[in-house]
């Protein structure tokens, strides 16, 4: 166990050291990339009001996103009741896209029960 320890103290001093080192130079490279989205003046009000637009931005688009939910929802019913003349490869691929929603929901609870299959930490 203390061999462990000093395992990851040596991990973890040899990042902060090339954290020290690189971490200046790695800013002033993602910043100059992303310069574009930066507003000035960078301040606090500022940063205030963009985040009030981004929410009011997203709660205008609500409307837009209601229609096309329940246009999608239409084309769905509409494919149910023509099931009949449902191919097999569009049946297919309804079935993986359906398997892979599970699956999704599968490793989620997995990651949120913190990689434990039972739920119980060991």
């Not at 500022?46 to 239409?74: H, I, M, V």
């Not at 023509?82 to 990651?111: Q, S």
């Amino acid at each position: 166990m203390a061999s462990k320890l000093h395992q990851l103290r040596s991990k973890i001093a040899g990042a902060s050291e090339f954290t020290s080192k690189h971490g200046c130079a790695y800013y002033k490279q993602l910043m100059e990339q992303n310069k574009k989205y930066v507003v000035e003046p960078p301040t606090v009000e500022k940063c205030n009001e963009l985040s009030k637009q981004l929410l009011y931005t997203r709660l205008a688009s609500l409307p837009g996103r209601y229609e096309s939910f329940w246009k999608e929802l239409d084309a769905v019913k509409q494919a149910w009741k023509n099931r009949h003349e449902l191919k097999v490869e569009d049946a297919g691929i309804a079935a993986l896209f359906g398997l892979e929603c599970y699956c999704w929901y599968c490793v989620g609870e997995i990651i949120g029960r913190g990689f434990t299959f039972t739920g119980y930490h060991v």
